[in-house]
Each structure stands twice: as C-alpha cells, then as structure tokens.
C-alpha cells in the first residue's frame, strides 16, 4: 500500500474483466480512480523516517 502498484491498477482501476472499478460502474456508481499510495503523504512519510530512526537506535 505504500505505492500504487500493479494490484491497484490492474484489479482495482482497470477496464479489465474482473476490476472493482468495473464492478462498481455495473451498479450505477461514478467512480474516479485516484492511484496514489501511501506514500505519497507526508505524515505516513515521517512515520516511516521516525521508525528507521528508532531502529537504529
């Protein structure tokens, strides 16, 4: 989850058979996909900076 990989974009936001964006669109919902991990935020960003820190402790 920390970037937006293959999973995300093949099985969640694709137009192939099988996708939950699909499955959605199939119920009537609107959807937008937005393919950006977790990462991508500053504050799991200093998370992860805090934790190497602490380990190397």
Do not use: P
Request: proline content about 0%; some cysteine; overall charge negative.
């Amino acid at each position: 989850m920390v970037v937006a990989g293959d999973h995300a974009n093949n099985d969640m936001a694709s137009d192939e058979e099988g996708s939950w964006k699909l499955a959605f669109e199939a119920e009537g919902i609107d959807v937008e996909c937005v393919l950006r991990g977790l990462g991508s935020i500053e504050a799991v960003q200093d998370m992860y900076v805090s934790h190497t820190a602490d380990a190397i402790k």
